[in-house]
């Protein structure tokens, strides 16, 4: 197995895997103007554990006008029809790993996002042509269509895509504009950016602690930590050790870990080490305590 990258701070066809490949990831560039476009350009990006998702799009406006309805109705965008989920240029998101979306892979790379509205169901369109005009959608390049339910929103004026509902592996994309929001969930397969990482013992660490603190791959979170540990033994990543036994309930071997920890730890001068490793240490003497308890 792969040495472990830190984790700071803190697809698609139908039915699987794209055969049509996105263009190279990339940020597009708002471009410079010499007049103020009426749908102004924008672009939203989130990290999601390791992975990032970046949208770019323009923002068109309501302007009082009625925006989604059914064919005859007088609707700027009637059912049934394809929207390009903005103005101007097409709407790119680019995924900077493979991605899942609605149960389906989809290959890390650059996608125009289309929709298809409805009264009662939305069709999402990911689809692996970016450099035509927005309005240019050719279907033989659709790499993923998914179903999604629209959702009752408060008015907004200016179209919107955010980010909600984040977790260290996945979050919800909310497309919002006039009262209706279109929220799909997007998710990335963390473990395995992880083992495809080089680490030395401070990444390793780091990637336990962080697997620990969130309640992630406690098994391998085990392994990381035991790998640090034979790399450079310190009170560091002995307390994480330690807290990973008593995460299982171990709590003589956990005991005897942290009996180790604290030895090393306090043959330094403590006093001398920054605030936030000093209260570290304090908590973990503490928590020592709480498991002399539970042996």
């Not at 055969?19 to 103020?36: C, N």
């Not at 923002?59 to 049934?80: E, N, Q």
Request: net charge positive.
């Amino acid at each position: 197995m792969k040495r472990i990258a830190v984790l700071c701070g803190a697809a698609l066809l139908a039915g699987g895997v794209a055969t049509l490949s996105a263009q190279t990831p990339q940020a597009p560039e708002l471009q410079d103007l010499r007049v103020p476009r009426i749908s102004q350009g924008a672009r939203v990006e989130q990290m999601i554990g390791l992975s990032k998702v970046s949208i770019f799009y323009h923002r068109p406006g309501v302007k009082g006008r009625t925006i989604f309805g059914p064919k005859g109705s007088g609707a700027l965008l009637p059912y049934g029809e394809v929207w390009r989920a903005g103005a101007n240029e097409p709407t790119l998101f680019t995924f900077s790993d493979d991605v899942t979306i609605g149960g389906k892979r989809l290959r890390a790379g650059t996608y125009r996002f289309l929709a298809v509205p409805g009264a009662s169901d939305w069709t999402l369109i990911f689809n692996s042509e970016v450099r035509n005009w927005g309005t240019v959608y050719q279907p033989e390049y659709d790499t993923l269509k998914v179903t999604v339910k629209p959702l009752a929103g408060p008015h907004e004026e200016w179209m919107s895509f955010s980010f909600a509902d984040l977790t260290p592996t996945s979050a919800t994309v909310i497309l919002a504009w006039d009262k209706v929001r279109i929220p799909f969930t997007v998710e990335f397969n963390l473990l395995s950016k992880l083992q495809a990482s080089v680490g030395n013992s401070g990444i390793l660490h780091g990637a336990a602690r962080y697997a620990l603190d969130h309640g992630l791959y406690l098994k391998e979170a085990h392994e990381w930590v035991d790998r640090s540990l034979a790399l450079d033994k310190n009170f560091f990543n002995l307390r994480t050790k330690a807290e990973i036994l008593a995460k299982e309930g171990k709590y003589a071997e956990a005991l005897a870990t942290g009996d180790e920890a604290l030895k090393l730890i306090r043959a330094r001068d403590i006093n001398s080490l920054p605030d936030f490793q000093q209260d570290m240490v304090r908590a973990f003497e503490k928590l020592h305590q709480q498991w002399k308890a539970m042996k």
